[in-house]
C-alpha cells in the first residue's frame, strides 16, 4: 500500500477539498501515519542539520510547518474515531496510541531542535520580531518544555515512556465509555412503559430502535433522549433504570471497566508532575492557563459553590411542593429531579417542553445560527451537496465572505446520535487556518466540523429541539466560528488553539444568541403551521430562565470539584468511587442532585488529558463572556456592529497569537469581573 493506493497520502490542489472518505479504510492508517510520522522525522532532521545559526524563519518557522501530512492524517483518524468509529478503528486506536505517543515525545524532546528554539526564544525581543512572531516563540518553548525537554536523563525518557502510556490508557478508556453507551437500551414495549412521554420523545425512542434493528421503542443513553425521558416518564421504575445505567458507565466489572484505569491515570500524572517539580499535577497543568494556581481555582469554585447551594434549596422545596399536592409521599430521588423539575417548570411559567419543540425544528435553528453569524461577522454558509462527508447525516458548507470574494473554508455539520458516535457534543478541524503552508507563506483555509448529538426523528419528519439543544447547537458554532474565523500566521497560534479557560469564551458567548428575542421571533417557528413562536412563550422562556439553574450549577461545580481534588492529590487514590463520595460527603453534595459527571465515565478528564484539572474552564470562561455580553447590552443591541467589529478583531480571529487577557481587555477595555456571570445564573 503505497501514496498511489491510499487515500489519506493522495493529495490534490484544491485547499477545500474534503478526504476520499468513501475510500478510507481502517487499514490504510497503519501505512499512512507510518509514512508521516517518516517525513514529519525528515522535516525534523532538515531544521537541526543546517549550519547557518537559529533564527525565526529556519527554525521557528520552519517547525511550525513540519509535519503537514502528520497533521492531516491525525486529523482524519481523530475525527473518524470519534464520530464513525468501527472495531476496526477502534484496535487501530489501541495499536497506534503508543507509538504516536512516542513520535512526538521524540520530537518536543529532540535536544538539537530544543537548543535552536530556545536561542531564537532567548533573542526574541531585540531580534525585530512582531508579537505574533514572539508569541510564537513563547508557545512553542512552553510546549516544548512541557513535553520535557528541558529535563535531564533519565527523566527525560521516563515523562517519553509516561506520555506512551498515558495514551494508550486515555484511548482504552475511551472507548470503554462508548461501549456503555452504544450497548444500552431500555425497551418500551407498551404503552404503559410509555406513560407520560409526549410524541418526540415517542418519535426518537422508534428511531433509535429503528437504527438499532430492534422493533421495540429504546431509550438510549444518548443525552438528548434519556433527558426528556428522565423528565417526562411517569413510570418511576423505568427512570430509575435509565439513570441507573447513564451515571454507572465505565463502572461494571468486567473488561470495560474503567475504574482502575482512572486509578492508574491519576498515578501515571502524578509522576509526570513530579518529573516537572510541580507538587501535584494540577499545578502542572494550571501553570499554562489564565488561572495559573490550584488557589485561583479554588476561590471561583468556592463562591459559586456556596451560592449555588441555597439556589438548589429553593428549587427543592418548589419540587416537594408539588410533590406533595400531588399527593406522592416518597423521598425525592436523582432520578425524580428531572422529572418534578418538569411539572414545577408548567405550574410556575406555564412552559412545556413538548409545547416548545415544535417551535424548535433543527432547520430552523441552523438556520438561525447561521444568519447570527452572517448578521454579526458578515460571513455566508453556503449548502455544498458536491462534496461527501464520512456519514451521510453530515451537512458540508462553504464559508464565504458576505461583501464577495473567495472562500474563507469548509463548515462540516454533525448534528444527529448514532451508535457509532461518542457522546457529548464538541467542534475538531480537518485543517486549521494558517499562512505558512510553505516558505511562501502559502495559506491554508479552515475546515472545521461541529459534532452534536440530537435524537434524529424518523424519515420525513424533522428533529425538534429542545431550549438545552438549541443552546449546545449555538455553543458548539461559536467553537465553530473561533475556528473558521481565524486570521494568524502561524499553525501552532490558528483558531481554538487557546489556552483553556480561555477556549469556551467565543462558545459560551454564542449561547446568547440562541435566546435573543429577535432571534426567536424570526426563526422559532411551528414546524407544521409556519407560525411563530407566540410572544407569551417568549416571555415565559425568559422568565424560566433561571429556574433550575441552582440544580444545574450545583452538578457542574461538583464535578470541577471531584476533577481539581483527584488532580491535586499527593497520595495514590486506591478506589476512586469511594474518593468521589468522600469529596462530595466533605462539600455536602445532596443525594437528590448528583454531579454532571463520574469519575469512571468523564471524557473531559480521561479520554485525554486537555481537560485533566480543567473542567472548571467553563465556569471562568462564564465570567468573561457574561462581561462580554454585556458590552452588547450597554451598546443598545446584540447586534451592534461596531461591538461585533470589535469582538471579531479581538477574539474570534486572533487565536492563541495574543495573551488571552491582553485579548479580552483590547474588547473589553478592562478586565472582566464576575457580577454578570452570577446574575446570568441567578445567583446574586
Not at 8 to 25: C, H, S, V, W, Y
Not at 463 to 475: A, C, E, G, I
Not at 550 to 567: F, K
Request: charge should be negative; hydrophobic fraction near 45%.
Amino acid at each position: 500500500m503505497d501514496a498511489l493506493t491510499n487515500p489519506l497520502l493522495i493529495t490534490g490542489d484544491d485547499a477545500l477539498a474534503l478526504p476520499a472518505f468513501d475510500r478510507i479504510q481502517a487499514a490504510h492508517f497503519g501505512p499512512a501515519f507510518e509514512r508521516a510520522m517518516a517525513l514529519h522525522r525528515a522535516d525534523i532532521a532538515a531544521i537541526t542539520a543546517q549550519a547557518a545559526p537559529p533564527d525565526f524563519d529556519n527554525t521557528v518557522a520552519a517547525f511550525d510547518r513540519a509535519g503537514a501530512l502528520l497533521a492531516r492524517v491525525e486529523a482524519v483518524f481523530h475525527n473518524l474515531s470519534a464520530s464513525a468509529t468501527t472495531p476496526e478503528l477502534q484496535a487501530q486506536q489501541r495499536a497506534l496510541a503508543a507509538p504516536l505517543a512516542a513520535h512526538w515525545s521524540a520530537v518536543l524532546q529532540d535536544p538539537a531542535l530544543y537548543a535552536r528554539l530556545a536561542a531564537v526564544h532567548a533573542r526574541r525581543a531585540e531580534a525585530g520580531l512582531s508579537p505574533e512572531q514572539q508569541r510564537l516563540c513563547e508557545r512553542l518553548m512552553r510546549d516544548f518544555e512541557r513535553a520535557g525537554a528541558g529535563l535531564p536523563e533519565p527523566a527525560r525518557a521516563e515523562f517519553a515512556t509516561l506520555a506512551q502510556r498515558h495514551a494508550e490508557l486515555t484511548t482504552r478508556f475511551a472507548q470503554n465509555v462508548l461501549h456503555d453507551e452504544a450497548a444500552y437500551t431500555l425497551a418500551l414495549p407498551d404503552e404503559a412503559a410509555m406513560a407520560g412521554l409526549p410524541e418526540f420523545v415517542r418519535a426518537a425512542a422508534r428511531q433509535a430502535a429503528a437504527e438499532r434493528g430492534l422493533d421495540v421503542p429504546v431509550i438510549t443513553l444518548s443525552r438528548s433522549l434519556i433527558v426528556p425521558f428522565l423528565s417526562f416518564s411517569r413510570r418511576r421504575d423505568l427512570r430509575e433504570a435509565a439513570w441507573r445505567a447513564w451515571v454507572s458507565r465505565g463502572e461494571h466489572d468486567g473488561e470495560h471497566d474503567n475504574r482502575a484505569l482512572v486509578r492508574d491515570i491519576l498515578a501515571l500524572r502524578r509522576r509526570q508532575a513530579a518529573l516537572m517539580g510541580a507538587a501535584c499535577y494540577a499545578d502542572f497543568k494550571l501553570a499554562d492557563t489564565m488561572a495559573q494556581t490550584r488557589q485561583r481555582v479554588w476561590a471561583l469554585l468556592d463562591e459559586v459553590w456556596q451560592r449555588a447551594l441555597p439556589a438548589l434549596g429553593r428549587e427543592r422545596d418548589l419540587l416537594r411542593t408539588a410533590m406533595a399536592e400531588a399527593g406522592v409521599d416518597h423521598p425525592l430521588q436523582a432520578w425524580d429531579w428531572r422529572f418534578w423539575a418538569e411539572r414545577v417548570r408548567q405550574q410556575h411559567y406555564a412552559l412545556d417542553e413538548a409545547q416548545l419543540k415544535p417551535y424548535f425544528a433543527l432547520p430552523n435553528m441552523v438556520a438561525a445560527a447561521f444568519e447570527c453569524a452572517q448578521r454579526l461577522f458578515g460571513i455566508v454558509l453556503r449548502r455544498r451537496t458536491d462534496l461527501q462527508a464520512y456519514h451521510p447525516d453530515v451537512d458540508v458548507y462553504e464559508v464565504l465572505p458576505e461583501a464577495g470574494g473567495a472562500p474563507l473554508g469548509l463548515f462540516l455539520h454533525d448534528n444527529f446520535s448514532r451508535p457509532s458516535k461518542r457522546s457529548g457534543a464538541w467542534m475538531s478541524t480537518l485543517a486549521v487556518q494558517h499562512r505558512n503552508a510553505d516558505a511562501a507563506g502559502r495559506a491554508v483555509p479552515p475546515v472545521v466540523l461541529n459534532n452534536n448529538n440530537f435524537a434524529k426523528a424518523a424519515p420525513g419528519q424533522p428533529t425538534l429541539l429542545s431550549p438545552d439543544d438549541v443552546r449546545t447547537l449555538f455553543h458548539e458554532f461559536g467553537h465553530g466560528l473561533h475556528g473558521l474565523l481565524s486570521d494568524v500566521g502561524y499553525r501552532r497560534l490558528s483558531g481554538t488553539h487557546v489556552l483553556r479557560d480561555f477556549v469556551e469564551l467565543p462558545s459560551q458567548l454564542m449561547e446568547h444568541w440562541g435566546v435573543e428575542r429577535e432571534v426567536l421571533r424570526k426563526h422559532a417557528r411551528h414546524w407544521q403551521t409556519g407560525e411563530p413562536l407566540p410572544e407569551a412563550l417568549i416571555d415565559r422562556l425568559e422568565a424560566a430562565r433561571r429556574f433550575g439553574q441552582g440544580y444545574e450549577t450545583v452538578r457542574y461545580t461538583a464535578s470541577a470539584i471531584v476533577d481539581l481534588a483527584a488532580h491535586e492529590a499527593a497520595e495514590p487514590i486506591d478506589d476512586i468511587v469511594a474518593f468521589e463520595q468522600q469529596v462530595m460527603a466533605a462539600r455536602g453534595l445532596p443525594a437528590d442532585t448528583g454531579m454532571n459527571h463520574r469519575l469512571p465515565h468523564f471524557q473531559h478528564l480521561f479520554s485525554g488529558d486537555s481537560y485533566a484539572a480543567g473542567y472548571y474552564v467553563y465556569l471562568w470562561a462564564e465570567v468573561l463572556e457574561a462581561d462580554a455580553f454585556d458590552a452588547f447590552t450597554e451598546a443598545g443591541s446584540a447586534f451592534d456592529a461596531a461591538t461585533a467589529a470589535r469582538l471579531k478583531a479581538c477574539i474570534f480571529s486572533r487565536g492563541d497569537s495574543v495573551e488571552p487577557g491582553a485579548a479580552f481587555r483590547a474588547f473589553r477595555g478592562r478586565d472582566a469581573v464576575i457580577e454578570p456571570m452570577l446574575r446570568e445564573r441567578g445567583l446574586i
